[in-house]
């Protein structure tokens, strides 16, 4: 009887912490940054590894998925393909931001990583880690898919596999 109890009550405790959940909402905070789903992302600018300059401050013609990443980090080694893969496959419809956090990293080791995985999408580098600490980035991968808008629809801290993401993109491209 005891593990019956034991078991609903886990369960009612599980449903009541995924019913707590930020849902993505249509309501945006206005003018409000901040890295959680329904405020605008906080805005920046990087100088990427080609020298090109990289922003995210508000309305934009393409979503853009921020994935912040070191090259040290198991996990965004493990999805660096599927990244590059699915932005071979949605470049035309959503922007891809792969931000080294280069305060935790160095350019030379992020420039090796890019080029061991044959990313093809932009490497803004975070050499003095604002950025990263304006998004509370505190474990690697951590990924944002930001709408036309500029709002954060979804935060994914860890990694994510390919085809959950690709749903993920597929909502935010049809919003």
């Known amino acids: ?22 849902q993505q909402s249509a309501t945006v905070v206005a003018d409000v940054q901040k890295p959680e789903v329904g405020y605008l992302a906080p805005h920046f600018t990087l100088t990427g590894l080609d020298n090109q300059v990289y922003k995210v401050e508000g309305k934009r013609t393409k979503p853009v998925i921020l994935n912040f990443w070191a090259s040290w980090c198991g996990p965004c080694r493990m999805e660096a393909p ?8 949605y470049k035309s419809q959503v922007d891809f931001y792969g931000v080294n956090v280069t305060n935790n990293d160095s350019p030379e080791a992020a420039a090796a990583f890019v080029q061991a995985y044959k990313l093809s999408f932009p490497i803004p580098m975070d050499v003095a880690g604002t950025v990263s600490n304006r998004y509370l980035i505190q ?33 935010l491209i049809n919003e």
């Open 1 to 22: 009887m005891n593990k019956l109890v034991l078991a609903m009550l886990v369960t009612v405790g599980v449903g009541y912490a995924v019913w707590q959940q930020p």
């Open 82 to 89: 599927d990244l590059q893969k699915l932005h071979e496959k």
């Open 139 to 171: 474990a690697f991968p951590t990924t944002y898919l930001v709408d036309k808008e500029g709002v954060v629809r979804k935060k994914i801290i860890g990694m994510i596999d390919a085809a959950t993401l690709e749903l993920e993109l597929r909502k």
